[in-house]
């Protein structure tokens, strides 16, 4: 598989979550405050929470139902409850496409 369009860069606002889904895969895609483009696995690793709809701190982002703050670099939890990574996928920039591959995550 290779990397498809999921959105442009455009119309991602700053520290504003945007929800995606490719080939069934959802993922929240965030425009940090330095600019940053990155795109992690959707769904908090401690509930079936939809991680798009929390808040985006630095580079973290936050669940809104029980605090866990997801490393938007790593896709590590940095405090409990939740305790298991989330994916992180490579993110390519062409143009004002954000392309993303679903089944290929970034090696961190
Ligand atoms: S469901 Fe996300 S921290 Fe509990």
């Not at 605090?67 to 143009?95: C, H, K, M, W």
Request: charged residues 25%; hydrophobic residues 40%.
């Amino acid at each position: 598989m290779s990397a498809q369009r999921a959105c442009s860069a455009s119309e991602l606002e700053m520290d504003t979550p945007l929800r995606v889904e490719l080939d069934g895969v959802a993922i929240a895609i965030v425009r940090d405050s330095n600019d940053e483009i990155h795109a992690i696995g959707d769904r908090c690793t401690h509930g079936d929470i939809s991680l798009s709809e929390g808040f985006v701190e630095g580079e973290t982002l936050e669940c809104w139902a029980h605090g866990s703050r997801f490393s938007l670099i790593t896709g590590q939890p940095l405090n409990l409850p939740a305790y298991e990574p989330v994916p992180v996928y490579v993110v390519q920039i062409d143009g004002d496409d954000v392309l993303i591959d679903p089944t290929v995550l970034k090696e961190v």
